[in-house]
């Protein structure tokens, strides 16, 4: 089994991260992205929903899937850094930003349905993966499940059980910013602005089990994986990161320095880098 804290050393030395001692950047959340201006938006039906997308800039399919409660706005630093390289595909999952909802029970497996419908309706057959937490859940849930259709999986912030989580996570300066953020941006966005509380009852119904995979599921993952954990992380156990990187086939760990949960606004640039140097790396 590949050695995680050896894959790791080698990710550092690659895209050279400089630690900016005594900024504590990781218990601020920065303001959510201004979106970039978008080629092609639209509205995708799906599986009984309306899916927000929007597609910018030109080259290799890639698709960013945001955190659970957020929405696809809070990618546009990422957005800027890769779409000179690439053809960035973004949404918004399932009840989430500008996409609606059913009353269907709330599963990894179903949104990550979601996006092989969207990818389907866009006629894109295979595609690299950056997710956010629950949007690195969905990369590696469509990795088990599509494996035909996923490329690189760059996953930040993920979990595969709940044994991974960190109690109290909640309560941090960070994610209290983050929920009452979101709330305010699901009342501007959503097309049911009134149901914030239906919402949240859905989704953290299906976080209450899931995901729950086996060591066997994730040893059957046969796309390059980059398992991302800010050295500040909030909600997710090192010792889990460990884990899923040492269990997925070829799977590196990237521990990025003086980031939490929300590392992809808090160092957008070393986050960006990061990326590309993971997505255009032969």
Known sequence: MRSPTLVMIVVFSAISIQVAFGDQRWQNLPPTPTPVEAAQTGYASVNGIRLYYAIVG???PVVFLHSGLANSDWWGNQVKALMSRHKVVLLDSRGHGRSSRNAKAFSYDLMADDVIALLDKLKIS????VGWSDGAILGLDMAIRYPRRVGKIFAFGANTSAAGLIAGAEKTPAFTAYFDRVAQEYTRLSPTPGELSAFIAQISKMWESEP?????????????????????????????????A?????????????????APLQDPDMFSAAVLQFLDKE
């Not at 729950?212 to 090192?238: C, F, M, Y």
């Not at 040492?246 to 929300?262: E, Q, R, S, Y």
């Open 58 to 60: 030109a080259g290799s």
């Open 126 to 129: 295979k595609i690299d993966v």
């Open 212 to 244: 729950n995979w086996t060591t066997a599921q994730l040893k059957s993952i046969k796309s390059p994986v980059w398992i991302v954990v800010g050295d500040h992380e909030e909600a997710i156990s090192r010792s889990h990161s460990d884990y899923i």
């Open 246 to 262: 040492a269990t997925i086939p070829g799977a590196g760990l990237l521990i990025l320095p003086n980031v939490g949960h929300f």
